[in-house]
């Protein structure tokens, strides 16, 4: 765990849940597993913080807890699952490229509250979609279930652990913390729900001073009503699944900048056919043959079999190997190895960044350190074509930020500097490993400075803010053109002038965290794929 990570993680928290809970969980990613007694102890908070603190952190599944034998419980933070923070809007705005504003507002609440069960969400989401609807017209409960069991089915949300039902013993104390276990069968799987109904909107001031005896009565009828038939099954987004997207559209679009559109709509078609079946850490897809792909293709791709098949030979044979044959029955059968592909894509990010920061000759001499493996420097030279003097002063440069390695070969058992061969090389999972640090502190850097920009507005954004709320109200109540005009001018030219390059700074630091995100991802995919699993 780095300083950087560390720092990020930090950041990430008092954003999103404030100081009281940045400050447990950063305790913990520094400290590790702990005890509750020792986090009172450490952190010098009550108790009673420190408890909803743990709950709000285990209800994101961004702390777990473990009995230990000798009969405590030790809570331990994820700090890979903090950081996953930094990508909640690409999750949303996946969803809702997928399955439209409801599937977004789905993912979106899912994310904002970590557990749900599903009828809370269906009622949640109705009654949001119905508040932007025109007046008259509602969203019904049963199109928003459609779309949370579309999502289950693609394993874009799964169920959560449940504690298992055991017969209760009056003699045996219950256990200091329940064991949550699931059947791999059941994550999928959606409860038979019956939600009859349609979204509601928030009322006006009026309507809630004359329905408030109403709804007292309502609310007293409702606590004493049964719970919902899905009660206790929670449900969480599957963010492994999300990765599988993401990698799958780089894959995509990666052999549709190789190659052409077709060919990479016939790796789209192959993804998408295995993507329930393959884990997400799978090498390679599950082999599927040419017969069955001709006939998963899209409707819009007229092609014919015959051509189908020299698209497939031509991936096979493609030096950068996305696709691979792996057998001869039913027209061929092709997978796509996905660890290569995500190698791929992280060399051509680090050569996207030697070329950005050291300039197009730099990238020369790193895609032939690529090519070649090892070379002298001499070979260096006479292969990229460049003159001594620069071509050293490039190497030590690339050298000196750790995008190159050197490599001493001895002749003899001394290391004479005479009798040794100096092999220049790059060892890509430890340039990824060290660009990826610094895509962490680039993230901490732009939150720093987005916070840094609000604070120094901070009187300007409450004024617009109250402006704002006075303008609303006063078109509620139907006010005249003039009284609204006077109003907005309480906000001078110059103000407007600063709100306007506050709200274009921030929103390029925004756009700046989702870039510096997509690098992250491809980054730790990469690596992730190097670690070999036990």
């Not at 961004?62 to 809570?75: I, N």
């Not at 329940?178 to 999928?188: Q, R």
């Not at 309507?207 to 929670?234: C, F, L, R, V």
């Amino acid at each position: 765990m780095t300083q950087a990570e560390i720092k990020l993680c930090s950041l990430l928290l008092q954003e999103h849940f404030g100081e009281i809970v940045e400050k447990i969980g950063t305790y913990l990613i520094r400290t590790g597993s702990q005890p509750l007694r020792m986090i009172v102890s450490d952190t010098g908070l009550l108790l009673d913080q420190v408890k909803k603190a743990l709950c709000v952190l285990i209800q994101h599944n961004l702390v777990t807890y473990q009995l230990q034998k000798r009969g405590f419980v030790e809570y331990e933070a994820q700090c890979k699952r903090v950081l996953r923070i930094l990508r909640y809007p690409r999750y949303i705005y996946t969803a809702k490229t997928l399955y439209n504003d409801t599937g977004e507002l789905i993912v979106e609440e899912l994310l904002l509250n970590g557990k749900m069960t599903m009828s809370a969400v269906v009622r949640k989401v109705a009654d949001r979609l119905t508040e932007t609807m025109e007046d008259g017209k509602t969203m019904d409960y049963a199109d928003v279930s459609n779309t949370f069991v579309r999502l289950a089915d693609t394993h874009f949300v799964q169920r959560c652990p449940l504690v298992p039902e055991t017969p209760e013993s009056p003699e045996a104390p219950p256990p200091p913390a329940p064991t949550l276990v699931i059947d791999e069968k059941d994550m999928y799987v959606v409860p038979r729900l019956n939600l009859v109904g349609k979204g509601k909107r928030r009322r006006s001031c009026d309507e809630e001073e004359n329905g408030e005896h109403k709804a007292k009565k309502q609310k007293q009828d409702g606590e004493s009503s049964e719970p919902p038939p899905d009660d206790g099954i929670y449900w969480q987004v599957n963010i492994d699944r999300f990765h599988q997207h993401f990698r799958d559209q780089g894959i995509v679009s990666a052999v549709a900048n190789r190659m052409d559109q077709t060919s990479s709509e016939i790796v789209r078609t192959m993804l998408r056919m295995s993507e329930v079946t393959t884990s997400s850490s799978a090498p390679y897809t599950q082999p599927l043959s040419s017969n069955e792909i001709f006939r998963s293709l899209p409707a819009g791709y007229n092609i014919v079999k015959q051509v189908l098949d020299q698209y497939l030979t031509l991936l096979a044979d493609d030096p950068l190997e996305f696709v691979g044959k792996s057998g001869d029955s039913g027209g061929g059968m092709y997978t796509v190895n996905l660890h290569k592909a995500l190698a791929s894509l992280a060399t051509a990010t680090l050569e996207s960044v030697v070329e950005e920061r050291f300039g197009s000759r730099c990238a020369r001499i790193f895609r032939l350190l690529l090519r070649k493996k090892h070379l002298e420097q001499k070979q260096v030279e006479d292969f990229a074509m460049i003159p001594a003097k620069e071509a050293k002063d490039m190497l030590y440069k690339m050298l000196s930020e750790n995008f190159v390695a050197l490599q001493e070969i001895p002749k003899t058992p001394d290391h004479a500097p005479s009798r040794t061969f100096y092999l220049y090389t790059v060892n890509v999972p430890s340039s990824a490993r060290m660009l990826l640090h610094r895509c962490y502190k680039s993230v901490a850097n732009l939150i720093e400075r987005r916070q840094y920009e609000t604070k120094e507005n901070k009187r300007l954004l409450e004024k617009s803010q109250r402006v704002e709320a006075i303008l609303a109200s006063m078109q509620a109540t139907g006010a005249e053109d003039a009284q609204l005009q006077e109003i907005e001018e309480m906000i001078t030219a110059p103000e407007r002038q600063q709100l306007e390059n506050l709200k274009r700074n921030v929103n390029k630091i925004d756009a700046s965290e989702n870039q510096v995100d997509e690098t992250i991802f491809v980054l730790e995919s990469f690596i992730e794929s190097t670690v070999k699993k036990p």
